[in-house]
């Protein structure tokens, strides 16, 4: 037999042997998820189809409840206006439909406050219309995390980039925890925007640190992976030093990025007008994967976002999904396959 023939063989084997041991290597107990978006029509068991194939083997679903203002006591949700996915019968249904597919989900609720503003800066001018909107949030919350129990949810979020709501009103997301602990008993985790991490004081209570990881990392259009790593090197520490003191892992209850120019200058921005670019999204996301996912302290994440329709995304998109985008192929090489 022909000695470069041997070579040739020797070579695919190790190939083939690497690339099975480095999936061996990914920790299958962490969370490879995506962020579902309701949908506005009834799903059905191929819509789960593409979330299997990208091997997510998490989801966040995701109901709203809406407020005309931030200054504005009442929380509206669970309506007929509302979109199917986002009410009761279509988080039965769609929660169902994973579950078949053995995806575990995450509730998610959160407030969408007219015009998008901001959730962080919720503040009640009164009192009384903190004790009114306080009772409101409860009751928002409380609803859904029943659902949870009953669907049987394997995590539960109790709020999503609540700065000041946290921070000003401590007593009451403590008395809110214990009655949640109540009527659910799976993990609990809370979405804190990315620069407000430290401050609730409930993490104790809670299973998980839960961060929306839009950390600004690059005034470059097109970073490189390498450049990215370094930028993420005093925040992987500061993270890894909170996780120990807290003694809780860290998840990434989101993390992405848009397919644009300047994509990790303000991730978090998604009105911004850039140019179309790919690249920048799967170099952001690549060393995002890198940084944080074999850290022990770290428990995986939620990719933003991910829709029910098979033609989201696609060549010249600049949002935040990578469906039907090469960066699609970056996500699904990276979760390990999913094993039934």
């Known amino acids: 037999m022909r000695l470069d023939f041997l070579f040739l063989l020797l070579g695919i084997f190790l190939s083939t042997s690497c690339s099975s041991q480095l999936a061996d290597a990914k920790d299958p107990d962490k969370i490879y998820g995506l962020s579902f978006v309701a949908s506005n029509r009834e799903l059905a068991s191929e819509d789960i189809i593409p979330v299997k194939e990208v091997n997510a083997n998490w989801v966040a679903l995701m109901p709203f409840g809406f407020m005309n203002t931030a200054q504005d006591p009442a929380v509206r949700f669970n309506t007929s ?10 988080i ?51 609803f859904y995390a029943t659902l949870a129990q009953n669907e049987d949810f394997e995590m539960f979020c109790i709020g999503t980039e609540l700065n000041y709501f946290v921070v000003q009103r401590t007593a009451f997301w403590d008395e809110l925890i214990t009655e949640i602990k109540q009527v659910y008993s799976g993990k609990l985790t809370y979405a804190a925007n990315w ?3 430290k401050n609730p004081k409930f993490w104790k209570r809670l299973d998980y640190i ?6 600004p990392l690059s005034e470059n259009s ?28 860290v998840i990434f209850t989101e993390y992405g990025y848009r397919s644009i120019d300047f994509t990790a200058r303000e991730p978090w921005d998604s009105n911004v007008e ?24 770290f428990a995986g994440g939620f990719l933003w976002k991910w829709f029910d329709h098979t033609d989201a995304g696609g060549k010249g998109h600049t949002g935040f999904t990578v469906q039907n985008k090469s960066t699609e192929k970056t996500v699904q090489d990276f979760y390990p396959p999913i094993h039934d």
């Open 195 to 197: 620069d407000s991490y």
């Open 92 to 142: 039965r249904t769609t929660s169902g439909l994973f579950k078949d597919q053995n995806i575990k989900r995450m509730l998610k609720p959160q407030i969408w406050i007219r015009g998008g503003a901001f959730t962080g800066v919720i503040e009640m001018s009164t009192e009384e219309d903190w004790k009114l909107f306080e009772a409101q949030y409860k009751a928002f919350i409380l």
């Open 222 to 249: 097109t970073p490189s992976v390498g450049t990215l790593k370094t930028a993420w090197t005093p925040i992987k520490a500061s993270l890894k030093n909170f996780s120990e003191a807290t003694k809780k892992s």
């Open 210 to 215: 839960g961060v929306d990881a839009y950390f």
């Open 274 to 297: 850039e140019n179309f670019n790919e690249t920048a999204q799967s170099n952001a996301l690549n060393a995002l994967y890198d940084t944080f996912w074999e850290a022990s302290w």
């Open 81 to 90: 206006r509302q979109w199917w996915g986002e009410r009761e019968e279509g």
